[in-house]
């Protein structure tokens, strides 16, 4: 007759067993256990069983022969494997070795708390490599931007170390990127990456630092414990955030923080398929292997690890030195939700010892997060002006669906993910800004591309050849509100046509109560002007290439136009209302600084509050966003009027000063910047009128491609054989190119139009 379980007994039933049950009874027997030969380390998780062990119901053919050591490479957790501790041994012996005085260093099959419940031991014979194994010699260096998964590198006592760049974090008001504290090293310490063999600076070490903290911070099980959990997190003040992308390499854009307290961490994160990018390793896949592991006793205190990370099934696993800083990811479907931060390995012996098993060590990011008091940066721009990933890409994409001409609109769509997202795309927060491509879609290519090449050469992604510098941050805006001695400003100013030319634009820019320098002035409607007239030359010549590249390239600038704090002086706060703050520098000394009232305003509206409502917008756009009925223009002049034309309607619809006195009030009200209350705060003042200047510049793009078409139409007699997929190969060659489209300052623009 088959025993019955006693219902009302848990002694044997493993599968019950939580987490805390095995950390309460791996803290009440640690001590014991690690007093036994052999025994190098503990941890908790779920019985591991031999890749060779049949499954239950399955013979097993061992003939009562003991079965040898049982190894981290040779065994895995099954979906029948029950909680357990595990305990790491330097060298594996049979029970029949332990008798007489050796009895005391038998490892038990399990431990037995006092309220009955047994917790079941699982042993592994795990030695630990001392020398660590050398670093790839292939490391990838960023090109352009910069972003988590790159190697960062620092100078300690003379030696310089590579390691890995975690992802970008900020405490609201500032930005950094986040390592470990034995990267990022002491206060003030400079950091580094290379650029084209060329060292560049990229930070310092900031005073916000973790070491270690008690582990009962971490889990109620450790309460009373000496134990420690290793924090090992330091960050970077970054010295320019706009060289900076949210997006890990080779990973993408991060999701949802796998956000891991006391009330969810169960043993469900064992197995548990993870994934990360390290300097040195590249794409690692892998998942978790342990809990809370204790490798080390100093002066009587533990040192503990969150996660142990191994091998997921049969794939093969590595982590080499420079991996350390490396950002793991939990992997939830297609999404990529960061999880812990590496800090070290462990390399164990392998194959009977003839080889290797590495294991990566890593800390918690909800815990690191807390400690430190910051919030992971998941879909942060590019740069501070840049109008968001729905101004540029979505007017774009709206705008096709805007075009009048069939045959234009059917090359356009055919070419859609050349110039911008799909739906999807867009949707789901994709970035641009990918560090795996060569290429970069047109409607950012003046931010991604033209713009990082200001100050001296640029290298486009993909390896290709240096370009020379170019002037292309002016093109992107016009501050058309600001007055001039005569009270007047630029909005004024065009409203008779003939002044919206270069040469009175300089005049208005020379005047002293403006006194803007020319080399530096803004000349937003003369940039489209100049692509204009580059789309209809292509179109009557029947360049497929050259006409989709400028067409792609000329909404990015409509982008810009529509968008009210790239057209005003108020673009970052009211510098007419200054407030002034003294800093104080590491060298001692300390200067006054004034910000602008509502500095900060700009990436709020134009990223967070923008990127917060995606979906909104994209819905409303597709049912706003149809052919229009105005007038199409022709030339140069016609474009920059425009788009002169667009700039009016967003001042009208938007004010800039609106916003700004928005801002204001929500930091009055002890809203943080760069939060979600106050990008809810910012919708719930402008969503109407956001959705009407988005609206207002997909129709002008749109206007804008058919009027070129029209006009190339009318110089050959006939439409533009222009039609099917291009290469985006030969994109990237064009827009590359110094001499396609060269960004030029006011006092040159005229030349060109």
């Not at 792609?552 to 968008?563: E, F, L, N, P, T």
Request: net charge negative; charged share 20%; hydrophobic share 40%.
């Amino acid at each position: 007759m088959r025993a019955v379980l006693d219902p009302l007994s848990g002694a044997h039933n493993f599968g019950s067993l939580s987490l805390s049950d095995l950390l309460q009874a791996r803290e009440q027997f640690h001590v014991h256990l690690m007093n036994k030969d052999n025994v190098v380390a503990t941890a908790v998780g779920r019985y591991l069983i031999r890749k060779s062990d049949p499954c239950p119901g399955e013979h097993a053919d061992h003939n009562g022969k003991p079965k040898g050591p049982k190894r981290l490479e040779d065994a895995e957790v099954r979906d029948y494997s029950w909680p357990s501790i595990l305990v790491f041994v330097s060298r594996w012996e049979e029970p029949e070795a332990f008798h007489g005085a050796r009895s005391d260093d038998f490892v038990p099959r399990a431990v037995y708390m006092p309220d009955g419940r047994v917790v079941p031991i699982c042993v592994v014979l795990a030695d630990k490599v001392e020398r660590q194994p050398d670093a790839a010699a292939n490391v990838h260096w960023p090109t352009e931007i910069l972003g988590g998964g790159y190697p960062i590198l620092a100078d300690v006592q003379g030696e310089e170390h590579v390691a890995t760049a975690g992802c970008m974090v900020t405490d609201g008001h500032t930005a950094y990127m986040l390592t470990n504290r034995h990267v990022a090293g002491q206060p003030g310490e400079v950091l580094f990456t290379l650029q084209e063999t060329k060292k560049v600076r990229i930070g310092v070490s900031a005073a916000i630092q973790g070491t270690k903290i008690p582990a009962c911070a971490v889990h109620s099980a450790f309460a009373g414990s000496k134990a420690l959990i290793n924090i090992d997190a330091g960050l970077v003040e970054v010295d320019d955030k706009t060289r900076w992308t949210a997006q890990i390499y080779r990973i993408g854009r991060l999701g949802r923080l796998a956000d891991v307290a006391e009330e969810n961490m169960s043993l469900r994160l064992i197995g548990a398929e993870v994934m990360a990018c390290g300097a040195s390793s590249q794409l690692m896949t892998g998942a978790i292997f342990a809990l809370f592991y204790r490798y080390t006793s100093v002066g009587g205190v533990e040192s503990m690890t969150e996660y142990v990370i191994g091998p997921s099934g049969s794939s093969a696993f590595s982590t080499l030195p420079g991996d350390s800083g490396t950002l793991w990811n939990l992997v939830d479907g297609d999404e990529k939700r960061p999880l812990a931060l590496q800090w070290g390995g462990h390399v164990f012996v392998s194959g009977r010892g003839s080889s290797t098993s590495p294991y990566a060590l890593a800390t918690g990011l909800s815990t690191i997060c807390r400690e430190l008091g910051v919030e992971v940066v998941r879909d942060w721009a590019i740069s501070d002006d840049y109008w968001g990933m729905v101004g540029h890409l979505t007017i774009a994409n709206r705008a096709i669906q805007a075009v009048r001409n069939s045959n234009l609109a059917a090359f356009m769509g055919a070419n859609l993910r050349s110039i911008t997202f799909d739906n999807q795309q867009l949707s789901n927060h994709a970035s641009p800004g990918d560090p795996n491509s060569s290429f970069i879609p047109l409607s950012d290519v003046p931010d991604l591309v033209w713009k990082k090449s200001d100050g001296g050469p640029r290298q486009v992604r993909g390896g290709r050849d240096s370009l020379s510098s170019k002037s292309e941050h002016p093109n992107h805006f016009a501050d058309m509100d600001k007055a001039d001695s005569n009270g007047q400003t630029l909005l004024q100013i065009c409203q008779n046509p003939a002044n919206i030319n270069p040469a009175r634009w300089i005049q208005y820019y020379q005047d002293p109560a403006v006194g803007e320098d020319i080399k530096h002035a803004g000349l937003l409607p003369f940039r489209v002007g100049q692509l204009y007239k580059i789309m209809v030359e292509a179109a009557a010549k029947d360049d497929a290439v050259t006409f989709l590249t400028a067409s792609g390239v000329v909404s990015h600038y409509v982008g810009d136009a529509c968008q009210p704090l790239h057209i005003s002086y108020l673009h970052d706060g009211d510098p007419a209302n200054g407030r002034t703050h003294t800093v104080h520098h590491r060298d001692g000394t300390t200067s006054d600084v004034t910000d602008p009232v509502a500095m900060g305003v700009h990436s709020d509206y134009e990223d967070l509050m923008i990127d917060d409502n995606t979906d909104e917008i994209l819905g409303f756009l597709q049912g706003s966003v149809s052919p229009g009925t105005g007038a199409l223009f022709t030339g140069p002049q016609g474009a920059a009027n425009a788009v002169v034309n667009l700039m009016q309607q967003t001042f009208g619809t938007l004010p800039p000063g609106d916003i700004v006195a928005a801002y204001t009030d929500a930091l009055g009200q002890g809203i943080r910047k760069k939060s979600h209350p106050m990008a809810d705060f910012l919708w719930s003042k402008f969503r109407d009128q956001t959705l009407r200047v988005l609206t207002e510049g997909s129709v002008t793009l749109a206007l804008l491609w058919d009027s070129a078409w029209a006009e190339a139409t009318q110089t050959l007699g006939r439409e533009p054989a222009i039609s099917g997929v291009v290469d985006q190969d030969r994109l990237v060659e064009l827009y590359s190119d110094p001499s396609f489209a060269p960004s030029l300052t006011i006092d040159q623009i005229q030349s060109v139009l």
